[in-house]
């Protein structure tokens, strides 16, 4: 992969201050352009509602604020953020208009379960219905480390060289590491701001 090729790595970070994650609010959203010789190009922010399902929108609304056509790949860190808000990454892949990757770090037996602990009825369903229509979910080996990955919009050998592409070392791409460093950074920033830090 050639040094100054860019991806969009995104991530988010809240805080429970709750029993009941959903009560918390908003969680923040970072999307960081890094180029596979570990360049930060760019960072933008949105925010999703902690346990709804806006943070597809979000995302794809951070791709259109940040208007970067020489990006090539968006990767994001895992497909369920901010308690359980279950991402499109078909919609993502279409607004976007270039491959969506989605990556994790631990083993799964997946969401069902968790989904249908945490909600029921219409709600379940949706995210049910969101979840079940996502790619599969495939093992990456980078690095000596096992991470999991979902595509949309390229073969998966290619979203394989992509992931170890921008992964020059450990286990996380570049792109998603760097996303979740700001996101934490500016959800900590936030807090303080609201408790008169």
């Not at 970070?13 to 930060?40: K, M, N, Y």
């Not at 078909?90 to 270039?98: F, P, Y």
């Not at 069902?112 to 995210?127: C, I, N, Q, T, V």
């Amino acid at each position: 992969m050639k040094a100054g090729t860019r991806a969009l790595g995104v991530a988010e970070s809240f805080r429970v201050e709750s029993d009941a994650p959903s009560e918390q609010g908003r969680s923040t959203i970072a999307g960081t352009v890094v180029r596979a010789d570990r360049v930060l190009d760019g960072v933008g922010y949105r925010k999703c509602t902690v346990g709804d399902t806006d943070a597809t929108e979000a995302i794809c609304r951070l791709v259109d604020d940040l208007g970067r056509p020489d990006v090539r790949y968006v990767l994001i860190s895992a497909v369920a953020p901010a308690w359980f808000n279950i991402l499109d990454l078909s919609t993502i892949h279409e607004r976007a208009q270039r491959p969506v990757l989605a990556v994790t770090f631990e083993e799964s037996e997946g969401l069902e379960a968790g989904l249908e602990d945490a909600f029921s009825g219409a709600a379940l369903e949706e995210r049910l219905e969101r979840y079940r229509r996502l790619p599969e979910r495939r093992p990456v080996s980078i690095n000596d480390e096992t991470v999991y990955v979902r595509s949309v919009g390229l073969e998966f050998g290619e979203a394989v060289d992509v992931v170890r592409g921008f992964t020059p070392e450990g286990g996380r791409p570049e792109p998603i590491r760097v996303a979740r460093q700001a996101a934490r950074a500016a959800d900590a920033y936030a807090d303080s701001l609201a408790h008169g830090g």
